[in-house]
């Protein structure tokens, strides 16, 4: 903090166009203590049958073994050029509330709107239609493959 001082330099956050094009996502936005791993995909990150006893173990198996019944999906969100949403934006299925956008924006290299929306696992198929409840109106939004950019990770590779 002290040598950028006179440059003018402060620490910032990632960038949440990147963030979101390449599938990575935000503790606390996309993902709190009231999510298992499981709902939110990062479930092979846990290896239950190490050694080494940890924390949460327990817990953790028996939500494996329950299967998730919430899901952060992947979104593409019609209409005008959003910007990054400050609150959670309400999501509906036929009709009906079943979730929140947790992170949307547009993205100018995709020239999209995309974000996430954490919703039951029965609204979590590929291409199944929602609704998101966009502060200037409703707009319709399609679950979609994420990440968005290089699902297989070969840009770091070239």
């Known amino acids: 903090m002290k040598a950028g001082r006179k440059y003018n330099l402060k620490p910032a956050g990632p960038s949440d166009i990147r963030r979101i094009e390449g599938g990575f996502l935000n503790y606390g936005a ?4 009231d999510d298992s791993p499981y709902d939110v995909g990062l479930g092979w990150t846990v290896d239950l049958d190490k050694d080494a006893d940890f924390i949460g173990r327990e817990p953790l198996r028996r939500a494996k073994a329950a299967g998730p019944k919430r899901k952060l999906v ?9 910007e990054f949403n400050e609150t959670k934006w309400p999501v509906r299925a036929h009709g009906r509330a079943v979730g929140r956008v947790t992170s949307a924006i547009y993205s100018p290299r995709l020239k999209k709107n995309i974000g996430y929306a954490n919703v039951p696992f ?6 199944t239609e929602l609704e998101v409840l966009h502060p200037s109106g409703p707009r319709t939004a399609v679950v979609v493959r994420k990440p968005f950019i290089d699902p297989g990770k070969e840009i770091p590779k070239g």
Do not use: C, V
Not at 30 to 33: A, E, K, N, S
Not at 74 to 82: D, L, Q, V
């Open 30 to 33: 996309d993902m709190t203590l």
């Open 122 to 127: 029965d609204a979590s198929d590929l291409g």
């Open 74 to 82: 992947g979104i593409e969100i019609s209409g005008k050029r959003i």
